[in-house]
Nanobody, 123 residues
């Protein structure tokens, strides 16, 4: 059974930091590019960041560049998102998603999705 399980979300004050994790199982993690996608309250999906299967290339949406860092540990089958300098507009449910190649905002093409973890940035 394929599973992507996100963790690390929570309530944080503006300017704070969180580190999200996504634990993968049931498929060959190292063969898949991975992305973080978020959904703010009342809004659609927004691709946030992606990383190639080997970790050699990373991409970010402009609004998080310089604040978020995506990484992966293929030995541990785990994807990470380090989020610094958080802003209220970062409040959303964050999902990890897997596809053989980076799919960016082509959401229908992702093969696997996690259940999401809530991030709330508020004072």
């Amino acid at each position: 059974e394929v599973q992507l399980v996100e963790s690390g979300g929570g309530l944080v004050q503006p300017g704070g930091s969180l580190r999200l994790s996504c634990a993968a199982s049931g498929f060959t993690f190292g063969n898949y590019a991975m992305s973080w996608v978020r959904q703010a309250p009342g809004k659609g999906l927004e691709w946030v960041s992606g990383i190639t299967n080997g970790g050699g290339s990373t991409n970010y949406v402009d609004s998080v560049k310089g604040r978020f860092t995506i990484s992966r540990d293929n030995a541990k089958n785990t994807l990470y998102l380090q989020m610094n300098s958080l802003k209220p507009e970062d409040t959303a449910v964050y999902y990890c998603a897997a596809n053989p190649k980076l799919a960016y905002s082509d959401y229908d093409s992702y093969e696997y999705w996690g259940q999401g973890t809530q991030v709330t940035v508020s004072s």
